[in-house]
């Protein structure tokens, strides 16, 4: 059974930095794909960065610059390095993996105020 389990959220200012983890069970391999997707109090869940296995990632305009995705096989561990953080960045993040079908962590979330 394919687990998925974020942490790394919290509370920051505007323009400071945070770090997601995504633990997945399994290796990386075993995922199509994988990424982060995040929904806001009254807004659909957008994608935020997907990395298919073995290609390029690829990031909504409005985090373009800012986040970054990466994968470390060894830990079977999936990031999101988020910088110059907005308040418009303010969400419920949630983990995502593709096999033959789509898994998903519990979420969490990323406050961005002053």
């Known amino acids: 059974q394919v687990q998925l389990v974020e942490s790394g959220g919290g509370l920051v200012q505007p323009g400071e930095s945070l770090r997601l983890s995504c633990a997945h069970s399994?290796?990386?391999?075993?995922?199509?794909?994988m990424g982060w997707y995040r929904q806001a109090p009254g807004k659909q869940r957008e994608l935020v960065a997907q990395?298919?296995?073995?290609?390029?990632?690829n990031y909504a305009d409005s985090v373009k610059g800012r986040f970054t995705i990466s994968t470390d096989n060894a830990k079977n561990t999936m990031y999101l390095e988020m910088n110059s953080l907005k308040p418009e960045d303010t969400a419920v993040y949630y983990c995502w993996g593709l096999t033959t079908r789509s898994h998903w962590g519990q979420g969490t979330q990323v406050t961005v105020s002053s």
């Open positions: 399994g290796s990386t391999f075993s995922f199509t794909a």
């Open positions: 990395i298919i296995t073995g290609g390029s990632p």
